[in-house]
């Protein structure tokens, strides 16, 4: 068995990222698993069993970009305590993690992905979602969207979203869009903040061909793949089913799935709790495990309403902490996924039932 790891982020003097990634080495070594490095082994990519990857599911996002049409599979490796949507196994969990993987202990999830074309430019494939938005923000956006060559609205929004399966859990949720389960051959299409109150997201097949032209602002308008590469589009937006990707997972089952119906079942508990908590979660499941400043940085909540809205997390079990191993006077907040079964390093829900926190934000 051959693995290809990905750079970690940080680079390679990313002090204690750097031990990290020696120990993923030296674990490997022991189980008789040849590796490489990315980018510098690419040309390997097609004798590759699969490509490893450390850091957060966004790190997972940018090795999907960048290697993703060689069809090789990734795995995820969490470089703190817990896990997160994309990747699989956490660092406490690591020995054990990739003695399953090299014992073939581990199924594969098939992820549809999104091909963009931008003004006859192609872009990145994207596997969570593509956001077409103004550069300035609280701008309002005109559009037509055109499926399979017939018009289906113009809209005035704040923006639009084509999100997959996998990304349905991600921003098209935040912004109003249905859970999908993974192995749907669908794509959801979301209006975000619509001028037209009566504007519901669309679900489409998996083969069907969108565009979205007549777009414009009173700024510049960006097409945002992934939430990671941002292009200026001029005229025209074509989306389509691209190459599929694959996520090696832990369980017989998909994690997708299991994810996708947790958070079913969290929706009336969500509820009950202040809009900062569950900003902050989003961000969290977006992002991937995140310290206290990295929250308030991306939320641009105060740092004391932040440290209120994790209590809150915490308490109802939805999310953990633990000491950040590369500054360990910081914590780190992660999901909690409850499908303990089959999954490696996920800790379980600590909540009791029926304990849920209903004050308001500080």
Same mark, same amino acid.
């Given at each position: 068995? !051959?693995?290809?790891?990905?750079?970690?982020?940080?680079?390679?003097?990313?002090?204690?990222?750097?031990?990290? $990634?020696?120990?993923?080495?030296?674990?490997?070594?022991?189980?008789?698993?040849?590796?490489?490095?990315?980018?510098? &082994?690419?040309?390997?990519?097609?004798?590759? &069993?699969?490509?490893?990857?450390?850091?957060? +599911?966004?790190?997972?996002?940018?090795?999907?970009?960048?290697?993703?049409?060689?069809?090789?599979?990734?795995?995820?490796?969490?470089?703190?305590?817990?896990?997160?949507?994309?990747?699989?196994?956490?660092?406490?969990?690591?020995?054990?993690?990739? *003695?399953?993987?090299?014992?073939?202990?581990?199924?594969?999830?098939?992820?549809?992905?999104?091909?963009?074309?931008?003004?006859?430019?192609?872009?990145?494939?994207?596997?969570?979602?593509?956001?077409?938005?103004?550069?300035?923000?609280?701008?309002?956006?005109?559009?037509?969207?055109?499926?399979?060559?017939?018009?289906?609205?113009?809209?005035?929004?704040?923006?639009?979203?084509?999100?997959?399966?996998?990304?349905?859990?991600? #921003?098209?949720?935040?912004?109003?869009?249905p859970l999908v389960l993974p192995q749907s051959r669908v794509f959801v299409v979301v209006s975000v903040n619509s001028m037209d109150v009566s504007r519901r997201p669309l679900v489409v097949s998996d083969q069907s061909i969108l565009e979205f032209t007549d777009i414009s602002a009173r700024s510049d308008c960006e097409v945002v793949i992934d939430g990671l590469q941002r292009q200026r589009v001029e005229? !025209?937006?074509? /989306?389509?089913?691209?190459?599929?990707?694959?996520? /090696?997972?832990?369980?017989?089952?998909?994690?997708? !799935?299991?994810?996708?119906?947790? *958070?079913?079942?969290?929706?009336?508990?969500?509820?009950?709790?202040?809009?900062?908590?569950?900003?902050?979660?989003?961000?969290?499941?977006?992002?991937?495990?995140?310290?206290?400043? &990295? /929250?308030?940085?991306?939320?641009?909540?105060?740092?004391?309403?932040?440290?209120?809205?994790?209590?809150?997390?915490? $308490?109802?079990?939805?999310?953990?902490?633990?000491?950040?191993?590369? +500054?360990?006077?910081?914590? /780190?907040? #992660?999901?909690?996924?409850? &499908?303990?079964?089959?999954?490696?390093? !996920?800790?379980?829900?600590?909540?009791?039932?029926?304990?849920?926190?209903?004050?308001?934000?500080?």
């Open positions: 068995m !051959r693995v290809l790891l990905a750079p970690f982020p940080g680079g390679p003097s990313a002090g204690k990222g750097s031990q990290i $990634e020696v120990r993923v080495r030296e674990v490997l070594k022991e189980l008789g698993i040849q590796t490489g490095s990315l980018p510098g &082994d690419r040309g390997e990519l097609g004798e590759t &069993d699969f490509i490893l990857v450390l850091g957060s +599911d966004r790190d997972v996002l940018k090795a999907f970009q960048e290697y993703g049409d060689a069809e090789v599979p990734i795995l995820g490796v969490n470089d703190a305590t817990g896990s997160a949507f994309l990747t699989d196994i956490s660092l406490d969990a690591l020995e054990e993690g990739l *003695r399953r993987v090299g014992q073939g202990e581990y199924g594969l999830e098939a992820c549809q992905r999104l091909s963009v074309t931008v003004d006859e430019t192609p872009l990145p494939a994207a596997l969570n979602e593509v956001a077409v938005f103004p550069a300035k923000t609280a701008t309002l956006m005109e559009y037509k969207l055109t499926i399979d060559g017939e018009e289906v609205y113009r809209d005035y929004s704040d923006g639009v979203l084509v999100a997959t399966p996998t990304g349905s859990s991600a #921003y098209a949720l935040s912004a109003g869009g005229e !025209r937006v074509e /989306i389509q089913g691209g190459h599929v990707g694959h996520l /090696i997972r832990m369980n017989s089952g998909s994690t997708g !799935r299991l994810e996708a119906l947790r *958070r079913v079942r969290s929706t009336e508990e969500l509820m009950k709790m202040p809009p900062s908590a569950k900003l902050v979660l989003k961000a969290i499941e977006y992002e991937g495990p995140m310290t206290a400043r &990295d /929250i308030a940085a991306k939320t641009l909540l105060p740092p004391r309403t932040v440290r209120h809205a994790v209590a809150i997390l915490v $308490e109802n079990g939805l999310v953990a902490r633990s000491p950040h191993l590369r +500054d360990l006077r910081s914590d /780190i907040f #992660y999901l909690v996924a409850e &499908d303990e079964e089959g999954a490696v390093g !996920r800790p379980g829900t600590t909540a009791q039932a029926g304990k849920r926190h209903a004050s308001g934000d500080s």
